[in-house]
Every structure is written in C-alpha cells, then in structure tokens.
C-alpha cells in the first residue's frame, strides 16, 4: 500500500527531472569555458564563464542585441496585427448574421488544418514580385499576412471565448440603440479582453520561435532575426563557438520562458480553448 | 472558458450559424449582412490573397521550370515533368518521404502515450498538481524553438549529456546525431519531449468523464485496468482523435529540428531529410520553385489522404456519449 502510495509521487519527480534536464545543461554549459564546455560532463560548469555571453553578443559582424530587437519587432507587429484583425473576424462570426456564414466559417476551420509550407513557394514568388523581399525593410511578408487574420487558429479561439459572453448584452445594447459597430465597442471589445491576453501571449512565443518563414524572408545579415542568426553558430562550427552560441541560445529563450512563469495558468488554460497547436 | 470549450466536438463545423440564420429576425439582417462583412473584410482578403490565389499559383507553377531568379518570361511550361521527376528521378524525395513517415508514425503515438500517461497520473487532485502541469507544459512552449534544437543536438553529440549519462552504466556512447541509424531517433526523442500540450488537452477531458462511471464499476468490482480500458478509454477517445489528427499534421511538419541537426542539409545520408527541408532545399538551395510548389502539392495531397484516414477509422473508435453535444 505505501509502495503504492510513493509510486506516484517518484514517478514525477523522476519525470520533471527528465523533463528539466535539457533546460538546466544549457543554463550550465551556457557558463563553461571553452575547454570545460567539451570535456566537464557534470551539469554545472566548475569554473564560472560569464565570457560566453559578451563573446555571444558580438560574435558576429552585427551585434546580436541587433537580432533580439528585430525578433521583438516582429513578435510585437504579430502580436498587433494578430489582435485587431482576429478580433474583428471572430466578431462577425460569433455575433453578426449574415449571408453565407455557415459556409465561410467552414472555410476557416478548413484554413486551420492547412499546413503552411503549402504555401510558402507562392507567398514567397507573391511577394517577391510585390518588392516586398529584401529591401530596407523586409517585414512586410512576415506581418501583412497576420493583419489579414491568416491566423485561423486566433480566430476559432475568440469566436469560441465570444459564444461564451451571454447575448441578453449585446440585445440590451441594441435596444439602447447601439448599432453592430457600437455592440463591439461597448459590449465585445472590453468583454473579450482575455482572449485578447491569451492570443498576444501565444503569437508572441510562436512567432518570437518561428524559424521557416523568417529564414525564407530574411536574408540580410543586419536584418535577421535571433532564430536565424543562431543558426549562424552552427554554420561556424569552430568548436571555440560552442560556449558562445550556448549563451545565445539561453538569452533566446529567455523571453518565452518568462512568459512562460508570468501566465502559467493563462497559457495552459489558452491552449485547453480549442486545443491547436502548441 | 476552457471548460465550456474544451471538448473536442468543438472542432466539428458548429450547426450553430446556419440554424441561427434560418430563426434569425429579418429586421436586423440588413444592417448585420452589411456590417457582418465590413468586420470580416481582412479575413476575406486574407483568404484571398494569402490563401487562395497563392494555391492556385502554386498549382500553376507546378507544372513550369519557374525558378525565382530569371523573369517571367524565361518560364516555360513543362507539364507533368516535376511530378514525374519527383516519383522517378529524385531519390531524395523518396528518402524524404520515408524519414517523414518514420517521424510521424513514430513520434506521435509515442508523444500521445506520454502525454495520456502522464496526464492520468496528475488527474487526481492533489498538492502540487499544478506545479507539475506547468513544468511538463514548459518544453512544448521551447522545443520547436532554434535554440532548443541546437542544445538537444549538443546533448546527443559524442560529448553530450547523453553519452555522459550512459558512462555512468560503462556504456560508451558515439556522436548519435551524426550516425545515420540514431539522428531521426533524437528528433524523435525531442518531440517526445514536448508532450505537454496533448497532455493538458488530455486533463480537461479526463475531468468530463463522469465520476458516477467509476464508482459504478467500483462497485462491481473492476480492476483499475478494467476501469481504464472500458471507461477511461472509450469515454476520452473523442479527445485521443482530436490530439490525434493535430499530432500528426504537426509531426508531418516537424523542420526546425531537423534543420538544426544536419545545418540545412538532411545530412547525414539524407536520414534527417525531412520532407519539408526537402521542399526548402529544392526551393531556396537550388531555386527550382516550380519543382518546390510540385512538392507542395503532393505534401497538401498526402496530408489530406492521412487525415481522411484518421477521420473514417475514427468512425470505429471514438465514441461521442454526449450525442450531439
């Protein structure tokens, strides 16, 4: 019966070990010198390196504070576009009749399921011939998308938050003589303000971790971004870099992971909503 | 929220607009037709022009030599070449095809496993439950992330974490991420890895099933084994299909990993060549975007013949107790 009893509790505390290990060898080797890095197994570096991390930052032409704050662009335009333009789909599907509905919203679930390298070759030749790639300012492909509500999964996520908020609100505004577009200011707009904290959350942490589309966008030193640029690490192999690129690698993930602490609860009920991705 | 939407029958296409359309109240339909489509308006666009033309595009571009670098002009139709190509004159796709399959089919039900596993051993309240959650929710937030993949190929290379793990047993471990045999089983291993995700969707259906069940079985005696193949089981399998079908979409995307591992190449001997780093290779390495947007093609193909595998077998599993819900 004890034996029992402990099976459960062992059995996660083996698993979370398990579970952490990655995370907490990179936090450790990210601090080991060159030679320690290849030849100290033990999870904590026996001589403390913070070196790693200025040798990181300025290992390359362009500084590497140069590719966080582009990262934090583009997480923050998604981030942006992805709230505006999703809330006011899920609006008109949730809450406005209108012809063909039914149909556009199949449409959408439909768009859920599609996987994105489908379309990626004629996104890129589209956009190539807008100008759009390369250039001063090569974004544009990675957030025009998002101010179209490309992201469906956002979209199925507040129309299922809005089918939650009661209706008898939305009829007593229309009685007060609000029109569709006063029912979404005063009623939606503020009511649907958790849906809005969950889609900013999870379109920061993915598009702040997307690597396919900003590899395919970006070719531009100065213009890259911190996945991409690590990527650079591995291209110079040189095993002295190993320190160094840990270091990055450590600073990279350190925005999700404090995300990760700041909304706990938040992300793990988010992602229960609708249950995509993750 | 999330216990109102959880479910999976969520997923399925809501009766809720049309029916609501046929009760609706002429009187407000106008003004609501009219603003319903000034509010989706991006989202038509967007279906449009970032979805619909750049398939049909695509479709076109299938069947030319279309290669990014010359102009328009210099682009030739060339028919069924891409496609004949692709089945008889590229290996690599073929390879491609192979590690894709081999990493979904692997993969997923081990990741689903994991996540059921783990998920019924926090089911029961109790302190630190929710610590436990959020930990082993951690890696699916990280683990399709660059840098997560770059430690991960550090771990499993000659002086990894890894070998240093086996040495305690008087195992010497090799270089796995560059031995043909065990790369994929690393990627495999790090998708694994992230099996928070379905296991949170797993707990909030594990929290629908009636209680009332297992006190019933409880008192005809069931075994806790018994309780779990007929009760557990049957009464989650609409959330085993839901987690199913993303798992396996996802698993037949996996790239970052893969990329990370072999530095862009699928190396070695093309056992990490994934089919979507396939795609990359052919489009951007080698600028044949016409023979990428083939590909493309038979990706979208595939991907919707597995799905609608997955959906007719759910037929003969998955049991919706709730009805029409």
């Known amino acids: ?278 | 929220m999330a216990t109102t939407t959880a479910r999976p029958s969520s997923t399925r296409p809501p009766a809720g607009p049309a029916a609501a359309q046929r009760r609706g109240r002429p009187a407000r339909h106008r003004t609501d037709g009219i603003a319903g489509y000034l509010f989706l308006s991006p989202w038509l666009l967007g279906l449009l022009t970032i979805t619909a033309i750049p398939m049909l595009m695509s479709l076109y571009l299938s069947f030319t030599n279309y290669d990014v670098l010359s102009d328009w002009e210099s682009m030739e139709w060339v028919g069924l070449d891409n496609y004949r190509t692709m089945f008889t004159d590229d290996p690599s796709f073929w390879h491609a095809v192979q590690t894709t399959l081999v990493f979904a089919l692997v993969a997923t039900p081990l990741k689903l496993a994991a996540a059921l596993g783990v998920a019924l051993l926090l089911n029961r309240p109790f302190k630190g439950a929710g610590l436990f959650r959020g930990l082993f929710y951690l890696p699916s937030l990280l683990g399709g992330s660059v840098a997560l993949a770059i430690v991960w190929v550090n771990m499993f290379n000659r002086d990894g974490a890894f070998n240093s793990f086996l040495s305690w047993f008087g195992i010497e471990g090799k270089a796995w991420v560059n031995d043909p045999d065990f790369a994929l089983g690393t990627l495999i291993l790090l998708a694994v890895w992230q099996f928070g995700a379905p296991m949170v969707i797993f707990l909030a259906g594990l929290k629908q099933v009636p209680v009332e069940l297992y006190e019933a079985a409880s008192v005809d005696g069931a075994s806790p084994w018994r309780k779990f193949i007929n009760i557990t089981l049957p009464m989650l399998s609409p959330v085993i299909f839901f987690n199913l079908v993303l798992e396996t979409i996802n698993g037949f995307q996996g790239f970052t990993s893969a990329f990370v591992l072999s530095n862009g190449t699928g190396g070695p001997v093309d056992s990490t060549l994934m089919y979507t780093l396939h795609l990359y290779i052919k489009g951007w390495n080698e600028y044949q975007m016409g023979y990428a947007s083939a590909m493309a093609w038979v990706f979208l193909l595939a991907i919707g013949l597995v799905t609608a595998v997955v959906f007719r077998t759910g037929r003969f599993w998955v049991h919706y107790s709730d009805g029409e819900d």
């Not at chain 1, 009749?97 to 996987?115: D, E, Q, V, Y």
């Open chain 1, 1 to 278: 019966m004890t034996l029992q009893r402990l099976a459960r509790p062992v059995t996660l505390v083996l698993l979370s070990a398990v579970v952490l290990y990655p995370l907490v060898w990179m936090l450790g080797s990210s601090f080991k010198s060159q030679s320690e890095v290849l030849n100290n197994m033990s999870i904590l570096p026996n001589e403390w390196t913070p070196g790693n991390y200025s040798d990181g930052w300025s290992n390359f032409d362009v500084s590497f504070g140069r590719f966080f704050v582009n990262s934090a662009m583009v997480a923050g335009l998604t981030v942006v576009a992805n709230c505006i333009s999703c809330l006011l789909a899920a609006y008109a599907f949730a809450r406005l009749k209108f012809k063909l509905r039914g149909f556009w919203f199949a449409i959408m679930i439909g768009t859920l399921l599609l996987p994105g390298h489908v379309l990626i070759v004629p996104q890129f030749v589209m956009f190539k011939t807008f100008g759009w790639v390369g250039g001063d300012w090569p974004y544009a492909p990675l957030i025009v998308p998002q101010l179209l509500a490309t992201e469906a999964f956002f979209v199925f996520l507040m129309v299922q938050f809005m089918r939650g908020v009661p209706r008898e609100l939305d009829e007593a505004a229309i009685i007060d003589g609000c029109t569709p577009f006063g029912v979404f200011r005063h009623v939606i707009l503020p009511l649907s303000r958790p849906a809005l904290v969950s889609t900013a959350i999870f379109s920061f942490i993915w598009t702040w971790n997307d690597f396919f589309r900003q590899l395919v966008y970006l070719s531009d030193l100065e213009k890259y971004t911190a996945p991409v640029a690590l990527t650079l690490f591995i291209d110079s192999s040189g095993q002295s870099s190993v320190g160094p690129m840990f270091a990055m690698s450590v600073l990279s993930l350190a925005p999700v992971f404090l995300f990760f602490v700041a909304f706990q609860r938040l992300l793990v009920e988010g992602i229960n909503t609708s249950g995509l991705k993750g």
